[in-house]
């Protein structure tokens, strides 16, 4: 018996996926391997891993919980993507899509890759709003939109969804704030933490309990962390490759 990471009660753990196995089901191939980038920071590597990434953080009850945010918002990653709106090449509307547990969804993922110790995670350390988080996720409150606001861009590879894609979280800065990134099975999430609301024009993109949930496509090459990461992956030996 050890303490629940989620609900801070004594109790057996299970081995919490991090990410949701669902996120990676989609990317595996016939030997039941999906490509992953990680070690950005140091130019990049390539793997093929044959799951997901599981630690013991969660008591059943807890992962129950958060399993009705999982299959809740996991429509987004496995249907297809609807069509644009009218006037628009970029912008996608999903109305399937409910705010309060898409965005605890998105905060419940955070969370666990900061609470994590394993590598894939270390970029993510949420520091004080790690526990605002907890207490968010627990009692089923998503905030409003500018409370950790999340942005959703699907990726693009030569104007096709990418989702055959698995890259390490990790975050940036924009005008002082930190932005946390996550690229999984075919979506870019950006999420900020900081005391300030996001720039411009992050807020119309964010998810809004005033509007149905959007999202916005943006081709690979556009994300500069991602290009000239996936350009350096790309000439090394992929991990696990025969």
Known sequence: ????????????????????????SSLYDKDHRFIELSEIAEGGKLSKPQKGHRE???????ESHINQFEKHTRRLFVDPLPACVEGSQRFRTHPRLDYTLSKLFFLSVLWRA?????????????GRHEEIIRRMVLGREPGD?????????????????????????????VEGRRCYRFVMAGFIILI?????????????????PAFPIKSFDSELREFKFLRET???AAAVKIDGAP
């Open 230 to 232: 996936w350009d350096a």
């Open 192 to 208: 900020f933490v900081a005391n300030l609301p996001p720039p411009q024009p992050y807020p119309r993109l964010a998810l809004s």
């Open 145 to 173: 939109a500018e409370t950790y606001a999340v942005v959703l861009f699907a990726l693009k590879f030569d104007g096709d969804h990418f989702r055959d894609f698995m890259v390490e979280p990790t975050y940036m800065r």
């Open 56 to 62: 013991k953080l969660l008591c059943e009850k807890c």
């Open 1 to 24: 018996m050890t303490t629940c990471r989620l609900c801070l009660n004594e109790a057996q753990l299970c081995r919490s996926h991090i990410i949701p196995e669902f996120l990676y």
């Open 114 to 126: 900061s609470v994590s110790s394993l590598d894939m995670f270390r970029h993510v350390r949420l």
